[in-house]
């Protein structure tokens, strides 16, 4: 079973920056997209960006571009997002999320939110002055 686990989220002013980490385990076989959503207090999860295996990116929110970037270290089975300019409108929970595969996509489909298969728990980013 994949298991992801996120951490990183805390209170940071408007115009700070945070990273969050996202530690997944649990597999061997699968080519995994992992992406980053959150959900605001009273709104609906959206998707924020996600990346493939190879290390292909692409935003799901126009909201964060220029602003947010994801990455991935795979020696140490870590995905990152980088959160940069944070606006209050960013406060939520982030979650991150991993969807399965038997093969690298290299972003050449990019799934869905409800076509990912295994979510962490969530860590809370607020952002505030």
């Known amino acids: 079973q994949v298991q992801l686990v996120e951490s990183g989220g805390g209170l940071v002013q408007p115009g700070g920056s945070l990273r969050l980490s996202c530690v997944v385990s649990g597999f061997t076989w699968d080519y995994l997209v992992i992406g980053w959503f959150r959900q605001a207090p009273g709104k609906e999860r959206e998707g924020v960006l996600c990346i493939s295996s190879s290390d292909v990116s692409t935003y799901y929110a126009d909201s964060v571009k220029d602003r947010f970037t994801i990455s991935r270290d795979n020696a140490k089975n870590t995905v990152y997002l980088q959160m940069n300019s944070l606006k209050p409108e960013d406060t939520a929970v982030y979650y991150c999320?991993?969807?399965?595969?038997?093969?690298?996509?290299?972003?050449?489909?990019?799934?869905?939110?409800?076509?990912?298969?295994?979510w962490g728990q969530g860590t809370q980013v607020t952002v505030s002055s």
């Open positions: 999320a991993a969807h399965l595969s038997l093969v690298d996509s290299g972003l050449g489909y990019v799934p869905k939110p409800y076509e990912y298969d295994h």
